[in-house]
T-cell receptor, first 111, second 113 residues
Framework: QKEVEQNSGPLSVPEGAIASLNCTYS??????FFWYRQYSGKSPELIMF????GDKEDGRFTAQLNKASQYVSLLIRDSQPSDSATYLC???????????FGRGTSLIVHP | DAGITQSPRHKVTETGTPVTLRCHQT?????MYWYRQDPGHGLRLIHY???????DKGEVSDGYSVSRSKTEDFLLTLESATSSQTSVYFC????????????FGPGTRLTVT
């Protein structure tokens, strides 16, 4: 059973701070890694994907991948109340095109 | 939105009745998926399709069937709805074997009374 683990939270950060969301996975052969944002009552929205070790930046978001340690992180700089949502990590195992989803981390950004 | 619609968006039905949910895409993506999302369980894959008339089961397929007669449409049928199938259902699509990102539809909230 390939697993993707996330702390359910909630993670509470003040406005303007850096929010750090973490995800670990069990399949060492995993190839692709995704972060989705899901607002309450809405569908998951893809915000970042990363395939190679290292960092990938897109605006205020940075995805960090460490395959040796089997974790992927999402950093949100200058957090805003509008970033308050549940963040889902998804990992595509080797040999499959179907990702495994974590249960998500709830992020609360308070003014 | 990635050109994905789901219908109906909300439905209330009675136990024992059949229900069909529709997912329609305008992206010409090869792969389509049905998930359900419940508190405490996250997203769980019900069925998926890798082409017209090509489908397979996911982790929670009991009580569900699917059909895909056209690239753009993927139907999910609850053969005889039960209260345990009350959930939010999401359709997702992905493109090619070199593009693994999934994009989700707006969801259908189904209540079985």
């Amino acid at each position: 059973q390939k697993e993707v683990e996330q702390n359910s939270g909630p993670l509470s950060v003040p406005e303007g701070a850096i929010a750090s969301l973490n995800c670990t996975y069990s399949d060492r052969g995993s190839q692709s890694f995704f972060w989705y944002r899901q607002y309450s009552g809405k569908s998951p929205e893809l915000i970042m994907f990363i395939y190679s070790n290292g960092d990938k930046e897109d605006g205020r978001f940075t995805a960090q991948l460490n395959k040796a340690s089997q974790y992927v992180s999402l950093l949100i700089r200058d957090s805003q109340p509008s970033d308050s949502a549940t963040y889902l990590c998804a990992v595509r195992p080797g040999g499959s095109y179907i990702p495994t989803f974590g249960r998500g981390t709830s992020l609360i950004v308070h003014p | 939105d990635a050109g994905i619609t789901q219908s109906p968006r909300h439905k209330v039905t009675e136990t024992g009745t059949p229900v069909t949910l529709r997912c329609h895409q305008t992206e010409n993506h090869r792969y389509m998926y049905w998930y359900r999302q419940d508190p405490g369980h996250g997203l769980r894959l019900i069925h998926y399709s890798y082409g017209v008339k090509d489908t397979d089961k996911g982790e929670v397929s009991d009580g569900y069937s699917v059909s895909r007669s056209k690239t753009e449409d993927f139907l999910l049928t609850l053969e005889s709805a039960t209260s345990s199938q009350t959930s939010v259902y999401f359709c997702a699509i992905s493109g090619t074997e070199s593009s693994y990102e999934q994009y989700f539809g707006p969801g259908t909230r189904l209540t079985v009374t």
